[in-house]
């Protein structure tokens, strides 16, 4: 098996689906848990590939959150190791800043179940060549990134205009959710009760449309973490 790291950065947050895959893929997730105070990594140490989740915390909280600036060490390790990374919600937005992008908070949050549009550039990629050109993505996100110079936009959505991009052959910065599971999302709902409600959202209506979304959500993911997937095992090789 193949060791990738997982930077987890709030427990609701997992890899969901993505473990699934991954671990049928042949790779061995493991988990450095930032929430419990565990130490990142300075170095990918043989690993084939680099995840880092989501999580409530800004890139711009490093007094805060002392993993911040230790995870995009990380990220920059992977970059020039021209090792996979992917990088979810949070981790998109860290991607972003490690490649000199401007993340800020957004002019409204996005959370719950909206639509995504894949860009032109989607079609030709080799991670999201193969997902439908359109379908409801699960979000949960307050700020917003700017394209890194050199990046390849390749996911929109009404509220947000860069939900996904690329960068180089291996590096993949995604602001939407592909892995939740019914479990994430009632977690998320719960731990961000208060989020919610300031949002004037419906917590019990996010968790009920899951049954509606899921299924597509979960077809197009497994699609994408697969292609990732086989970009580690190549790394690995």
């Known amino acids: ?7 987890q950065n709030i427990q609701p947050e997992n890899l969901g689906i993505a473990g699934q895959v991954f671990q049928g893929c042949g790779l061995e997730p493991a988990y450095v ?7 990142v990594p300075r170095y990918m140490d043989g690993a084939a590939g680099l995840v880092v989740l989501g999580g409530p915390m800004g890139v711009y909280e490093h007094d805060r959150y002392p993993f911040i600036d230790a995870a995009m060490r990380l990220i920059d390790q992977s970059l020039k190791e021209d090792k996979p990374v992917l990088g979810i919600c ?3 937005q860290l991607l972003a800043t490690a490649l000199g992008a ?3 908070r957004g002019p409204q949050k996005e959370i719950g179940w909206y639509p995504i549009e894949l860009k032109p550039a989607a079609s030709e990629d080799p991670l999201m060549g193969g997902l439908q050109p359109s379908f409801m993505g699960f979000h949960w996100h307050g700020d917003i990134f700017d394209l890194p110079k050199g990046a390849t936009a ?8 860069y939900q996904a991009f690329s960068y180089g052959r291996a590096a993949y910065g995604v602001l939407f959710h592909m892995e939740v599971t019914t479990q994430i999302i009632a977690d998320m709902v719960r731990a961000f009760a208060d989020e919610v409600r300031e949002e004037g959202l ?6 009920a449309d899951a049954a509606q979304h899921l299924p597509a959500l979960h077809a197009n993911g497994r ?3 697969q292609n990732w997937a086989t970009l580690c095992l190549e790394a690995g090789s």
Do not use: C, P, Y
Not at 1 to 7: E, F
Not at 33 to 39: I, L, P, Q
Not at 154 to 161: E, G, Q, Y
């Open 33 to 39: 848990h930032t929430f419990a105070g565990e130490e």
């Open 154 to 161: 390749l996911v929109s959505s009404a509220r947000t205009t």
């Open 90 to 92: 949070l981790g998109s």
């Open 102 to 104: 401007r993340v800020a």
């Open 1 to 7: 098996m193949n060791k990738i790291w997982v930077l």
């Open 223 to 225: 699609t994408f973490f």
């Open 202 to 207: 419906d917590g019990e209506q996010i968790k």
